[in-house]
């Protein structure tokens, strides 16, 4: 049943905007007030998509009640989209843009519930080919059909073809896999807390990364995970509590007005900040869904980004910070992090991180190249932004327009190169059956 249950949410979500579009055109939720939202996508997702309503009482005598307004607003949707089957109405991935067919499908290995070997053997049961690690973005580039392989990058990361739908697999709806982009999973992989550790995630919906920091933590520590958005929030518990996460605060609030003072965060040594942005490097957009931004809204996105990111090195035992964004703007990305370093003097300098990554950052300003980015031509990923800031030792501070490169003990992902194989687990963990 709790398998079952985690589907319908997850299905529920990806159909979320036919959903919402449903709803409104039938004044569903104006004709019944009491409905939560979030509860009417999912009786609407069940009583039109799915295998019919499984729950009883009022809720499913509601749906019912409503089927026929619901039905007739379906049928219209589908004549105005000039499609037949309900899985038309949804935006597939390979027609989004240009660049979506060329990034692979990535799949992220939930280490909280399982391991690498027992996800490979799973799918292998499944029909699917095997091809080991891979040793360069070619052969990524040429995976097709039913074969995967291991990133060469990331060590628990597995690569399929970009048309690969896994959303009804075991493993997706159990929690064993995480479906994220590669992109995606490098901030919490280059911030790297040791087991133990007291993170904030300080713009964390909807939790992806947060269910990667609390694999890398391996559920020992804390992690506070702030969002504004109570909708996003309620996402979230969901798909932690689907990852197996534990040992995570959620808070519906601004980060802005946590208190960096507050004795609760006196122990945060490690803040994972991914805040707003023009989102501009996310290819799965449809082409002419979403305008340009005018320099208006870059110089006030950037504005807000500087506070967000000044103010998360305001948390005073804080020795490592991960800032990302998807955006290919560099007034989103270079132009920010290079404003908070000469604010912050020699406080805090950038760390060179992955120093084979093919991608660095623009040449905005002397040691911008420490950045990463990443881009569907030349990583096969979204586009994306990363810079590793660190607290600089007493005696050792770096001048803020020169900020100082690799760290004499690197932490996981940084000093290694990328690539290299994980340590063998002691214990294994829970195996797919």
Same mark, same amino acid.
């Given at each position: ?13 990806r ?32 009583l039109?998509?799915g295998?019919?309503l499984k ?54 290995v ?70 994220q ?7 919490a ?35 506070? *995970? ?59 957009r ?5 305008? *340009? ?18 103010? *998360? ?19 989103e ?22 120093p ?7 040449? *905005? ?40 490169v ?28």
């Open positions: 049943h709790v398998r079952q249950l985690y589907a319908l949410v997850s299905e529920t979500l159909y979320a905007s036919v959903l919402e579009k449903l709803l409104d055109g039938a004044a569903l939720l104006q004709a019944e007030k009491k409905l939560p939202p979030q509860l009417a996508k999912v009786l609407v997702y069940d039109l998509f295998k019919g729950c009883g009482g009022r809720w499913k005598a509601l749906a019912r009640r409503h089927r026929a307004r619901l039905e007739a607003e379906l049928a219209r949707m589908k004549v105005r989209h000039k499609v037949s089957r309900n899985e038309d109405l949804l935006a597939p991935e390979q027609a989004v843009s240009p660049a979506a067919s060329q990034v692979p499908r990535y799949v992220r939930n280490t909280l519930k399982t391991c690498v070997d027992d996800v490979i053997d799973f799918f292998k049961r499944q029909g699917y080919t095997y091809l080991g690690k891979a040793a360069s973005m070619e052969e990524l580039k040429a995976l097709s059909g039913k074969k995967f392989l291991l990133d060469l990058h990331l060590p628990e990361l597995l690569v399929f073809p970009s048309q690969t739908d896994l959303h009804d697999n075991l493993l997706y709806t159990s929690g064993h896999i995480i479906l982009d590669k992109a995606s999973c490098l901030p992989f280059l911030l790297g807390p040791v087991a133990g550790s007291h993170v904030i995630d300080a713009c964390a919906a909807p939790g992806n990364k947060t269910s990667h920091l609390a694999a890398i933590l391996k559920n020992k520590g804390q992690i506070f *995970a702030f969002d504004v958005d109570p909708k996003r929030v309620a996402t979230m518990n969901t798909l932690l509590t689907r990852a197996g996460v534990t040992g995570c605060q959620l808070a519906q609030q601004d980060f802005l007005t946590v208190d960096p003072r507050d004795p609760k965060y006196s122990r945060v040594t490690h803040i994972l900040l991914d805040p707003s942005c023009s989102g501009s490097g996310m290819v799965t449809g082409p002419g869904q979403e305008a *340009a931004p005018s320099a208006e809204r870059l110089q006030a996105l950037a504005g807000f980004q500087r506070r967000v990111l000044n103010h *998360a090195l305001s948390f005073p035992a804080l020795r490592r910070l991960v800032y990302s964004t998807c955006s290919l703007h560099q007034e990305n270079e132009d920010v992090v290079q404003a908070v370093l000469q604010e912050w003097g020699s406080a805090f300098r950038l760390v060179t991180a992955f084979s990554w093919p991608c660095r950052g623009l040449a *905005a300003f002397s040691g911008a190249e420490s950045c990463l980015r990443a881009s569907p031509a030349e990583t096969l990923t979204h586009g994306f932004f990363v810079a590793v800031l660190e607290r600089c030792r007493e005696g050792a501070a770096a001048p803020s327009s020169l900020p100082a690799a760290k004499e003990n690197p932490q996981p992902g940084e000093g290694t190169e990328p690539g290299a194989a994980p340590k063998k687990r002691k214990k294994k963990k829970q195996r797919v059956k």
